[in-house]
């Protein structure tokens, strides 16, 4: 066999093996470990009070998503937070959960500011801060991932994460956390407490309705 032959067929070995290992990123075996609860989330809870906000099926169907809520949540000040939580039971590569950074320009928002921040309530938890803005609307986010590896506030990691879950054979859920809220209705100060005690109150709430 000479040495063209041979090249051949080690680059024609790499490209189906590269070829398959894609497919199985792309596409990796779904794992139930555990009942999803996200419906247990309270309505209500120490003077908060959620309303659900529904979300069509076709967008549904664009966020593959298992199971999530979209609720906006007020507090006897007149504070509001929004707050979605998804679980995707399983990352597929390409696809599954969509970054708000990929997101929000292709839907009118401009990122004014991003920054990586200790999450209100929780100085331990580091997440994805961004202010956003449309026509006359100003919004502050905060975003950040959960899968069984724990807390991600990037989509490197995640997709690293899904990379390695894959080739151990282990589940590849996640699950994406984001609240937002309007930037302007009060002072900084005030706004930082008041999502400080929504994350003290529902934190703990959304982290039980997940399989993590």
């Known amino acids: 066999m000479d040495r063209d032959t041979t090249s051949f067929i080690i680059a024609s ?3 189906i093996a590269g070829g398959g290992f894609s497919l199985f990123l792309r596409y990796p075996p779904e794992v139930f470990m555990a009942e999803i609860k996200l419906k247990t989330i309270p309505m ?3 003077g908060w009070i959620a309303r659900e906000i529904s979300v069509s099926s076709a967008e549904q169907q664009m966020l593959d998503v298992k199971q999530y809520i979209l609720r906006e949540y007020s507090d006897n000040s007149g504070f509001k937070v929004w707050l979605f ?3 995707f039971t ?4 390409g696809t599954g959960m969509h970054s708000p950074r990929n997101c929000l320009p ?3 928002w401009e990122i004014v500011n991003r920054a990586y921040v200790p999450l209100p309530g929780n100085s331990d938890l580091i997440v994805n801060r961004m202010d ?3 026509g006359e609307s100003r919004q502050t986010m905060y975003y950040w991932f959960v899968t069984r590896a724990g807390h991600l506030n990037n989509e490197f990691s995640l997709k690293g994460d899904l990379v390695k879950n894959a080739i151990l054979g282990r589940p590849t859920d996640a699950a994406f956390i984001r609240i937002n809220f309007p930037a302007a209705d009060f002072d ?3 706004t930082e407490k008041r999502i400080g ?6 934190q703990k709430e959304v982290y039980s309705a997940l399989p993590f």
């Open 13 to 15: 070995i790499i490209l």
């Open 44 to 46: 209500s809870k120490e």
């Open 85 to 87: 939580v998804g679980y």
């Open 90 to 93: 399983s990352q597929k590569y």
């Open 106 to 108: 292709g839907e009118g």
């Open 132 to 134: 956003i803005g449309r």
């Open 188 to 190: 900084p100060e005030t």
């Open 197 to 202: 005690e929504f994350m003290r109150i529902f």
